[in-house]
């Protein structure tokens, strides 16, 4: 089983370009996440699906953009990337709802603005 | 609003001693869940535990357990007789029971380094 796979793993990008976190899991779950992690924070919620379709906001949403056309894949868009969103980035997701926070994690993408 | 404190951001100690970490919640809600996330220096994070708000008894499963207090709204976790292998960060974390029961407030997470 591959699980939640995340591409890509390393990425440097200067202020002001675009890119796109790659985000695919293979176990059918309905529930899928990105979250942040910044040295001293933990991790914060950025967007969420709970199904194909259907996309929300998180806890820091701005400046990203994400969409879910199908069940698998759940990419994370960044439109013109910050100095601010130097971060590392992880893609989560859960069965449904029984399973509530049970999150399966991908291993991350190391994002570097610069 | 929800809220996870993890007081200690580090905790250094020598193999086979117990190591407890903090985690103290706040939140609004009569019914939520509770949850320790590992990140070992991998960087994955793994699943460790999940407690109903309403089910106050302490687990354990092998080396670790889980002292959950609703009186003092934390719930703490204990590595006994700790390994080289428990070195990560730990991540105590909370959601609210019902339709966002998925969305998960992480505190900042408590790095534990056993040394041999």
Redesign the interface.
Same mark, same amino acid.
């Given at each position: 089983n591959a699980g939640v796979t995340q591409t890509p793993k390393f990425q440097v990008l200067k202020t002001g370009q675009s890119m796109t976190l790659q985000c695919a899991q293979d176990m059918n779950h309905e529930?899928m996440?990105w979250?942040r992690q910044d040295p001293?924070?933990?991790?914060?919620?950025i967007h969420?699906s709970?199904g194909a379709g259907i996309t929300d906001q !998180? *806890?820091v949403p701005n400046g990203y953009n994400v969409s879910r056309s199908t069940t698998e894949d759940f990419p994370l868009r960044l439109l013109s990337a910050a100095p601010s969103q130097t971060s590392?980035y992880?893609c989560?997701s859960?069965y449904s709802?029984t399973s509530?926070?049970?999150?399966?994690? !991908? *291993?991350?993408s190391r994002l570097t603005v610069l | 609003a929800q809220k996870?404190t993890?007081a200690q951001?580090e905790i250094s100690v020598v193999e086979k001693e117990d190591v407890t970490l903090d985690c103290v919640y706040e939140t609004r809600d009569t019914t939520y869940?509770l949850?320790w996330?590992k990140q070992p220096p991998s960087?994955?994070?793994?699943?460790l535990i999940?407690r109903n708000s309403f089910d106050e008894q302490n687990e354990i499963s092998g080396r670790y357990s889980w002292n959950f207090q609703k009186s003092t709204s934390s719930f703490n976790f204990t590595i006994t007789a700790s390994q080289v292998v428990d070195s990560a960060v730990y991540?105590c974390?909370l959601?609210e029971?019902g339709i966002n029961?998925?969305?998960?407030?992480?505190?900042?997470?408590t790095t534990v380094t056993v040394r041999a």
């Open positions: 529930y996440s979250y001293g924070m933990g991790l914060r919620l969420y709970v !998180g *806890e590392v992880f989560a859960s709802r509530a926070g049970e999150l399966f994690f !991908g *291993e991350g | 996870v993890q951001t869940y949850f996330y960087g994955e994070l793994v699943f999940r991540f974390a959601s029971a029961d998925y969305k998960l407030s992480f505190g900042a997470g």
